[in-house]
């Protein structure tokens, strides 16, 4: 068997984000040592608010050129509180490796696992898989501070731009159905949702007819519309009825965050931004300042988006043996919470960021989790 071999620039940031990227190095070495066939080179890169407090700088010298060589990114959290620019703007040079890079698919999975809180009464809850597909380096968030677009007109009034693009808005959809098509060949139903406000906005009725154009592509895949307030509504009611969600990345924003909240919260949220040459792997949460340095902090968020990164590296090496590594992953979580042997602590249970770590890793070595998939 031939080993596939990727390099992984790992930044592992500021609070909880140490401890997370540490799990998640630590399940995937588990995984590779019982999948074999694939071998990862790991260039650790400083970067966040502790290292500018230590260096004035946000990430260290050629980090972000390292990171642009590396066939993946895998990021913990960055940014403190306390620590800032001193114009007062967070410190964020994950920001800049999106724009840089052009990472413009943000992939959030959101999925229920059993014994996870639900915040929803109906027992068909349970079956919630669904993934938003954010739109992450124009629409609204074009205009956001760090970019400084907006125009102000003295103290009266200020204008934000929301773009569009057709490029970017192509490539996203078609990301989208493509995933879907992959979906679809692992059991889901090949559906995706354009999300929109093409009833209001010129741009959002842009979005939606290059969403239609690129559906003509895609005869396999089911297609339905919903306006971003409806979506809202129907999130609620009825999520277990979504695959795939694709909008603006304003929109994305704000329901990503909502469908997190269904499955558990942030400890649960995984997430991949991904360009047509680099793909950054991060969970949806902070830094969490008020938890670091306790081992209270829920890895699965960190280690989910771990395998989602080994997914990735399957489909961007060819080697078949990283996308086996990443289900291995899915299913020893999927196991150890249908199971009860994951309680952590974000949820009331008893185990800390070290023991629901450990119990993953052990999970991935256990015959009855192979034998799922
Ligand atoms: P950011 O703007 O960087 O996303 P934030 O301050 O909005 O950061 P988080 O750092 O994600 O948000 O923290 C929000 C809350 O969620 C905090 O109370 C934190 O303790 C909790 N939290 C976040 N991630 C986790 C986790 N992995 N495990 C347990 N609790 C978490």
Redesign the pocket.
């Known amino acids: 068997m031939t080993t596939a071999k990727a390099q992984v620039a790992v930044i592992e940031g500021d609070g ?1 984000g140490i401890d ?1 990227t540490r799990a998640t190095l630590a399940v995937v070495e588990a995984a590779r040592g019982i999948v074999g066939g694939f071998d990862l080179d790991l260039v650790p890169i400083s970067a966040g608010a502790s290292y500018y407090a230590e260096t004035g700088a946000d990430i260290q010298p050629g980090g972000e050129e390292a990171a642009g060589e590396a066939d993946a990114i895998f990021l913990g ?1 960055i ?1 403190l509180p306390h620590i800032r620019w001193p114009d007062g703007t967070e410190i964020s040079p994950h920001l800049r490796l999106r724009d840089r890079f052009g990472l413009y698919a943000g992939v959030r999975p959101v999925k229920a696992y059993a014994n996870a809180p639900k915040r929803l009464a109906d027992p068909r809850a349970a079956g919630i898989d669904l993934v938003i597909l954010r739109e992450s380096t124009e629409g609204l968030f074009y205009s956001a501070a760090v970019h400084k677009r907006a125009e102000v007109v003295g103290d009266s009034a200020v204008f934000e731009t929301l773009r569009i693009s057709r490029d970017v808005t192509e490539r996203l959809h078609r990301f989208g159905f493509r995933l879907a098509e992959k979906r679809k060949r692992r059991g889901s139903p090949g559906r995706i949702t354009c999300v929109d406000k093409a009833n209001v906005f010129t741009s959002m009725a842009f979005f939606r007819k290059i969403f239609d154009e690129v559906a003509a592509e895609f005869a396999d895949i089911e297609t339905g519309y919903n306006y971003v307030d409806a979506q809202a509504l129907e999130l609620i009611r009825r999520p277990w009825e979504f695959d795939i969600l694709v909008m603006e990345n304003m929109f994305g924003d704000i329901l990503s965050d909502l469908a997190a909240a269904l499955v558990g ?3 649960m949220a995984s997430c991949g931004e991904i360009g047509d040459e680099l793909g950054l792997f991060q ?1 949806a ?4 300042p ?2 670091a340095g306790q081992d ?4 699965c ?1 960190a280690i989910l988006s771990g395998a989602l990164m080994l997914d990735y590296l399957a489909d961007r090496t060819g080697g078949e043996a990283f996308a086996t590594g990443a289900l291995l992953i899915e299913e020893a979580v999927a196991r150890g919470f249908e199971e009860n042997r994951l309680r ?3 949820f009331g249970g008893d185990m800390g960021t070290e023991a629901v770590t450990r119990t993953i890793v052990d999970l991935v070595g256990e015959r009855e989790t192979r034998a799922r998939f």
């Open positions: 909880i997370v959290a940014g919260g942030m400890g969970p949460h902070g830094s969490a008020d938890i209270k902090a829920n890895p968020a952590p602590m974000e």
